[in-house]
């Protein structure tokens, strides 16, 4: 495998705003610009009407003032939900965003996207497919957004809608088969949970031609050796912490 086109900064905002503002929402992604960050990861899924909306559970109740299953509601009952105001009283009334309004965000602030697809359970072809369509008409003049999905069958989807998109296939835990997944679903990088991750493993994914974005780190300390390692990307919820230029640390800065 040759390595693919990587134009992404090395520091991500985990979900907009990390734990600066409540996540997956528009505030949180100007929260996240105005720390100077060039680049979001946040999730995405499909209502009951089939809007693409963000959010990271399967279920409304963590992060919204809603209940139950958030794939099984049309949009117009999404949309009256407050998704903010779990997270502090000065983000109450906060809406949950549609893609279509992310992707406006990150035009006018001159920042990229990692899409991350998180599908309903049960929906993972159906929402692929719609996101990765949306998402190559919705980005046309900017930066191809990366995607990336822990389901193989969702990133499979989007590689036959959208083959030309750049995917990461996501990993919670080492796989010793990473190298066959990667290379059915043509992914340029493959994302892992950084506690999993030692220098000669990140050796080893290098070699392969694949880059790397790892997740969730939020140690200054850690984030230096990993990007020292040779790690591509780091996510991040201390969006205050790994600012936009913390990548001065690899150099030992």
């Not at 880059?211 to 969730?216: D, F, P, R, W």
Request: aromatic share 8%; net charge negative.
């Amino acid at each position: 495998m040759t390595i693919k086109a990587w134009p992404y900064p090395p520091i991500v905002a985990h979900r907009g705003g990390g734990k600066l503002a409540p996540e997956n929402t528009l505030v949180g992604i100007d929260t996240g610009a105005r720390l100077g960050h060039k680049m979001i990861e946040f999730d995405v899924k499909l209502s009951l009407d089939g809007e693409i909306f963000l959010l990271h559970d399967d279920t409304l109740d963590r992060t919204s003032n809603g209940w139950g299953i958030a794939g099984q509601l049309p949009w117009e009952k999404l949309i009256q939900l407050d998704a903010g105001g779990w997270f502090g009283k000065d983000f109450t009334g906060e809406r949950l965003p549609l893609l279509s309004q992310v992707a406006e965000r990150c035009a006018s602030y001159g920042m990229m996207a990692n899409i991350e697809i998180k599908p309903t359970t049960g929906l993972e072809e159906e929402t692929g497919r719609v996101v990765a369509l949306a998402a190559r008409e919705l980005w046309q003049h900017q930066t191809a957004p990366l995607l990336s999905s822990f389901s193989y069958e969702a990133l499979q989807a989007a590689q036959q809608a959208v083959p030309e998109l750049p995917r990461g296939l996501l990993l919670h835990e080492w796989h010793d088969d990473w190298q066959q997944l990667t290379q059915r679903l043509d992914c340029v990088s493959v994302h892992f949970n950084h506690k999993v991750l030692n220098q000669q493993r990140v050796a080893v994914l290098k070699a392969a031609g694949l880059k790397i974005l790892v997740y969730t780190v939020n140690q200054p300390e850690r984030a230096r050796e990993l990007l020292n390692w040779g790690v591509d990307a780091i996510c991040t919820d201390r969006i205050d912490l790994l600012t936009a230029d913390f990548a001065a640390l690899q150099a030992g800065g």
